[in-house]
């Protein structure tokens, strides 16, 4: 019976081994015919919405990958930190934040205080508080952190890592050095927790300083603001602009009565406008039918804490706040001459940049017209009390004409401007420290040229 009982577990053994074989043998033939089923028939029968098709089940796993980072950045997002002195914000700062923004999913600013930037470039022009309002009004800024150091020493990159949470510190390509001539960013990157973005092209402090100084020497209104005579008219441009930024102008030593001739080769600016930038400043916003849509036109000049603070009033008098930017023309004849300092481009992007604004009119028209209320669907139209022009009459004059539309219509409000700052008091305090301007100036323009002859592409974000 026992020998019977080891006879049948034989034969059953064999017969699964016989089976399994067979298996092994059947399986990689039926999905080779099936395989060659799908290729020669399936496909050639089948809706193409059931088809397959190269990239369908890559296309799914990326899917799957995408939506697991999305739920890990959500309970961890990439902080990233980008700091600087933000002094007289222009749209080159801005695209830097936007590109730093970019590597990450919070961007968090650390702004240097007034002493640090005293002790490591020179007087600021902007005061701690208002370079923080400028950068807090930047809509790719999450946070800021106020009284940061020039320098990152091994001790605050410690605390930005364990007390602000920052994964990786950023800078653009252009050197940022210290006093001593040693790279400020060399311990992040020697933790590899550096990030590189590209530097804006075309614009920079030195050269709007540059500019501010033509508009002085040129510009009666202007030079009557900041209240400099005409000698001082004439050192000034001499002692800034010659051999720098391009500028050059030739005395005639025989009339010294006349002012300097700016060479036709001047070069005041290498911006270059794309409408790839215009797109990446702008968020593509579309106003609601039903919302609330506020107007406020202007130059917005060299844009400023004025400009914010009344965008920020603005902004809360309804839902949606369009911004119309004048030509280059219309600001020069209003003004006067090498008036507007920042072009329109430049203007735009500025405004763009700005988290109240929503869309901006590019070469906006100067009087408000029913087709222009009717077209953007304006509901109300604000102006502020203060401007460049604000104590001129003629530009009083000028406003009824461009308002008296809206104003017909009862859709024209006035907003008292919550700061005073225009240009003119930029350019004041400029020349109330010109002599550590000088210094400052003339140690930017060397490093920007050496900058310019050994930079190299970087891919930007």
Not at 258 to 271: A, G, N, Q
């Amino acid at each position: 019976m026992y020998q019977h009982w080891e006879y049948l577990t034989a034969k059953e053994n064999q017969r699964q081994v016989v089976f399994w074989t067979v298996v092994a043998a059947i399986v990689p033939a039926a999905g080779a015919f099936l395989w060659w089923l799908s290729e020669k028939s399936y496909n050639n029968l089948a809706p193409y919405r059931y088809r397959y098709r190269p990239g369908s089940i890559t296309g799914y796993i990326s899917r799957v990958l995408a939506g697991h980072a999305d739920r890990r950045r959500r309970r961890k997002p990439v902080r990233v930190y980008m700091d600087g002195c933000f002094d007289m914000m222009h749209y080159g700062h801005a695209n830097a934040l936007r590109q730093a923004r970019a590597t990450g999913d919070e961007l968090v600013v650390g702004l240097v205080p007034d002493r640090e930037i005293m002790r490591c470039k020179g007087p600021p022009v902007q005061n701690e508080q208002e370079r923080k309002i400028m950068v807090e009004a930047v809509k790719w800024v999450g946070e800021v952190i106020t009284d940061v150091p020039y320098e990152l020493t091994p001790d605050f990159l410690e605390e930005l890592f364990t007390k602000h949470r920052i994964d990786y510190v950023v800078h653009g390509d252009d050197p940022c050095l210290l006093p001593d001539g040693t790279d400020a960013y060399a311990h992040a990157k020697e933790m590899g927790r550096f990030k590189m973005v590209k530097r804006t092209e075309g614009v920079s402090s030195t050269d709007i300083v540059g500019r501010m100084l033509m508009l002085v020497r040129t510009n009666n209104r202007f030079s009557e603001k900041v209240a400099i005579v005409d000698k001082d008219k004439r050192a000034l441009a001499k002692q800034f602009s010659q051999n720098q930024q391009g500028f050059e102008y030739t005395d005639d030593k025989d009339k010294p009565d006349e002012p300097p001739v700016l060479k036709r080769d001047t070069v005041l600016s290498r911006f270059m406008p794309t409408s790839r930038r215009l797109v990446q400043f702008s968020d593509g916003n579309v106003a609601d039918p039903a919302a609330k849509i506020v107007y406020i036109d202007g130059a917005f000049d060299l844009f400023h804490v004025g400009h914010i603070e009344l965008l920020k009033k603005a902004k809360e008098q309804g839902d949606f706040l369009l911004v119309g930017l004048h030509t280059d023309e219309d600001v020069s004849e209003r003004r006067g001459p090498h008036l507007p300092i920042m072009d329109l481009h430049e203007r735009c992007l500025s405004v763009l940049a700005c988290k109240y604004v929503d869309e901006a009119i590019i070469g906006a028209p100067l009087e408000i017209s029913e087709d222009l209320i009717t077209t953007f669907n304006i509901s109300l139209v604000v102006r502020g009390t203060v401007s460049e022009t604000s104590a001129d009459q003629h530009d009083k004059d000028s406003k009824d004409l461009r308002y008296r539309t809206p104003k017909a219509n009862n859709m024209f409000r006035q907003l008292q401007s919550p700061s005073d700052m225009t240009t003119a008091t930029i350019i004041s305090r400029i020349f109330a420290n010109r002599k550590a301007y000088e210094d400052r100036n003339a140690k930017k323009v060397a490093s920007e040229q050496k900058y310019y002859k050994s930079k190299q592409h970087v891919t930007e974000g």
